[in-house]
């Protein structure tokens, strides 16, 4: 069992910035592939962005590419998802996913675990 606590949300312009942190407990948290996935308003939630155990691998949906960076804290047993350039489509609760397995997986389902999620919202 591993448990997840997102932070960082909140209200950000458009173009602006926030990072956001996923905090795990319980099982060693090099052993999950950690995931970001957000859900807007009247929408199904979908796949952010994914690294694998090492952090050698990542991936990325192309709404956010080049904006975006997913990176992960072993020591602190906690992964970040960097969000530059935001724009109003940004906002949604985004969620922080694990799985135990070695890759970097894109699809909800492949996703064990999941935190309770932090609100992002981005004005124009």
């Known amino acids: 069992q591993v448990q997840l606590v997102e932070s960082g949300g909140g209200l950000a312009q458009a173009g602006g910035s926030l990072r956001l942190s996923c905090a795990a407990s319980?099982?060693?948290?090099?052993?999950?592939?950690m995931g970001w996935f957000r859900q807007a308003p009247g929408k199904q939630r979908e796949f952010v962005a994914a690294i694998g155990r090492t952090g050698s691998t990542t991936n990325y949906d192309d709404s956010v590419k080049g904006r975006f960076t997913i990176s992960r804290d072993d020591a602190k047993s906690t992964v970040y998802l960097q969000m530059n350039s935001l724009k109003p489509e940004d906002t949604a609760i985004y969620y922080c996913?694990?799985?135990?397995?070695?890759?970097?997986?894109?699809?909800?389902?492949?996703?064990?675990?999941w935190g309770q999620g932090t609100q992002v919202t981005v004005s124009s």
């Open positions: 996913a694990a799985r135990s397995a070695y890759r970097a997986a894109v699809k909800l389902d492949e996703y064990a675990y």
């Open positions: 319980g099982r060693a948290f090099s052993s999950f592939t």
